[in-house]
């Protein structure tokens, strides 16, 4: 069947799945949220709205556009219609009156157009308050020009591609446009002043200066372009700075007697301060310089800071004295700065037993971790115990003060003994007989009461199980557990003799084992075996009767005829 059979081109789309293929259902599908998107955004308009389907406008217009003439390209009739790529020639729904003007979403207001002559249409039907100021746009139609995509050193497409649509608008630029038929130099200036042709002075002051359509740079008023009154660097610093009596710090670590200059000018976030020193004769082109490296400079020579960092003595962040200042190495300046913090941030001093270094080498504070793990266990700070016994492991005096105000008993009444109590890994009790009852009650259906004549310590018996235990006079198979045929083990468990022994002799013999109670003392001889040996005596292979009295049986097993071994031994002899 012919694909075009397949498609359902009714405008609701709804009729049987299996008169469309999957591309074709797709497609529609696309089609029809499409369509539904440009109801919901007529209804929104608040103006008259029908379901309208892309494709049957551009079909029906035979794909030419009604505002140049022109019939859309074959490669790009399906761009639009489903959401693809940009591109200047691209169809789209035109509306002859537009939607904010009143006009109706339907099939009779709806129109073929192309995408560039479609905005070309908007922009000038609906134009922007600072577009007012632009002069008139050159007479004659507007050659569209396609500019190549960036491509990166991989070889990707780097962005969408661009499409310029002429050049500038403003008379005399021949630059290409950007957006809203200007250049983006004269695009940018209607942005901020109103007006393509003016631009502000280059000095900063704020001046608005007529400019020509082709200049794109920085322009100075008379004047403007040079600053004559500069005031140096040494100047600056004089001016900036107070005295202050030197800190305790820099008096006793490194003797320093003269007194801080502290800076009043701007400071950075760091704490520093800082100030702009600027080049004579040129605007613009100073640099902004931490003031303690500028005093540095001024009196060591210019550069003499570079590659150094500049430490305070003093401590004083502010300071420009330049005897309190010296150039170290970053090193340096961490550790001295690590030597004037004495203590944590909560305050605990870094001495000797409060102090551990981490794997980075930086030091940390005892008391804090201890007490980050303590109030996530317990609620409450760390307190060292000072009545504690052991030096190696701490004790919270807290948690000693509220075990000791406890009852010494569980929730349930039972007493934390030493044969009752446990201590876990967190410090806590806990109790044997509660931990022993939750186990017995659900198997045993009472609860657990230790026997105290149990003969293993170390695994409890109960009592009460043992009382309800009657004595057994069989075993599993029968047999009667009489003195002879019990067997105790280690445990104290009785074992079923006769059991034991069928276990090794049936398998072997095909018979249960019957003891001979006529058998030797030291070892058990089975009946049954007797008594078919008596019947078929065995004799060896020279013909002497194999009796028990001439049966000799080997360490590793086997049996032979001992009137033969001594026939041997004489014959050798």
């Known amino acids: 069947m012919d694909c075009s059979k397949k498609f359902d081109a009714r405008p609701s789309g709804r009729g049987p799945r299996r008169q469309r293929c999957n591309e074709h259902t797709a497609q529609r599908k696309k089609e029809l949220i499409r369509a ?10 608040g103006v008259q709205a029908e379901f309208v389907i892309a494709r049957e406008v551009f079909e029906r217009d035979r794909w030419r556009c009604h ?24 169809p789209v729904v035109d509306h002859v009156v537009p939607l904010s003007k009143g006009g109706p979403h339907t099939l009779g207001n709806c129109k073929t157009a192309h995408w560039t002559c479609n905005a070309r249409k908007h922009t000038a039907e609906t134009p922007r308050p600072h577009v007012g100021t632009v002069p008139v746009p050159k007479v004659g139609r507007v050659a569209l020009r396609s500019v190549s995509q960036r491509v990166s050193e991989n070889g990707r497409v780097i962005g969408r591609p661009r499409v310029n649509i002429g050049l500038c608008c403003v008379e005399g630029c021949e630059r290409d446009a950007v ?3 200007m250049c983006q130099v ?20 704020g001046s608005l200066v007529p400019v020509s359509a082709t200049f794109a740079g920085l322009y100075y008023l008379a004047g403007h372009g040079v600053q004559t ?19 305790e710090y820099g008096r006793v670590r490194f003797g320093l007697v003269e ?7 701007p400071t950075l976030t760091q704490g520093y301060g800082c100030t702009y020193v600027a080049t004579p004769g040129r605007k613009r082109h100073g640099r902004s310089i931490q003031t303690h490296r500028l005093a540095y400079e001024l009196h060591h020579g210019a550069g003499s800071a570079e590659g150094w960092t500049i430490d305070h003595l003093c401590g004083v962040r502010l300071c420009c004295n330049v005897t309190h200042l010296e150039a170290v190495t970053i090193a340096v300046n961490l550790a001295r700065a690590a030597e004037r913090i004495v203590a944590c941030p909560r305050g605990h001093g870094y001495d000797e037993g409060n102090t551990y270094h981490g794997l980075e080498g930086h030091r940390r504070c005892r008391q804090c971790n201890t007490d980050r793990y303590h109030v996530r266990v317990h609620g409450h700070e760390f307190v060292d115990d000072p009545t504690n016994p052991s030096v190696v492991r701490r004790r919270c005096l807290t948690c000693r003060l509220i075990r000791e105000s406890r009852i010494d008993q569980c929730p349930r009444g039972h007493e934390y003994s030493a044969e009752n109590k446990r201590v876990g890994v ?12 939750r186990d017995h009650v659900d198997k045993q259906g009472h609860p657990f009461l230790a026997d105290p004549n149990s003969p293993n310590p170390r695994k409890r018996r109960c009592s009460t199980c043992l009382a309800a235990r009657t004595e057994k006079t069989h075993c599993v198979h029968g047999h009667e557990l009489t003195l002879s045929n019990t067997v105790v083990t280690r445990r104290g468990q009785r074992n079923c003799l006769t059991c034991q022994l069928n276990a090794r002799h049936t398998p072997v013999h095909g018979h249960d084992f019957v003891i001979d109670p006529t058998g030797p003392s030291t070892k058990r001889r089975c009946l049954t075996c007797r008594l078919e040996c008596e019947r078929n005596p065995r004799v060896c292979l020279h013909g002497h009767l194999m009796t028990p009295e001439n049966t ?4 590793r097993g086997g049996t032979e005829c001992r009137q033969c071994i001594r026939n041997r031994t004489r014959a050798w002899v």
């Open 36 to 45: 539904r998107d440009a109801y919901n955004r007529a209804i929104a308009f």
């Open 67 to 90: 505002i140049c003439t022109d019939e859309v390209p074959e490669n790009l009739r399906g761009t639009r219609l489903l959401g693809g790529a940009y591109d200047p020639l691209a």
């Open 179 to 181: 957006s809203r038929r």
């Open 186 to 205: 004269h695009y940018r200036r209607v942005k901020k002043f109103s007006d393509p042709l003016v631009t502000k002075c280059g000095c900063g002051c």
């Open 229 to 247: 009154a500069v005031r140096p660097p040494a100047q600056i610093l004089r001016e900036g700075v107070t005295p202050q009596a030197v800190s």
């Open 259 to 265: 007194d801080c200059l502290i800076w009043t000018g």
């Open 426 to 437: 967190d410090g806590k009790r806990y109790c044997l007989q509660c931990a022993a009852d």
């Open 552 to 555: 000799y049986r080997r360490a």
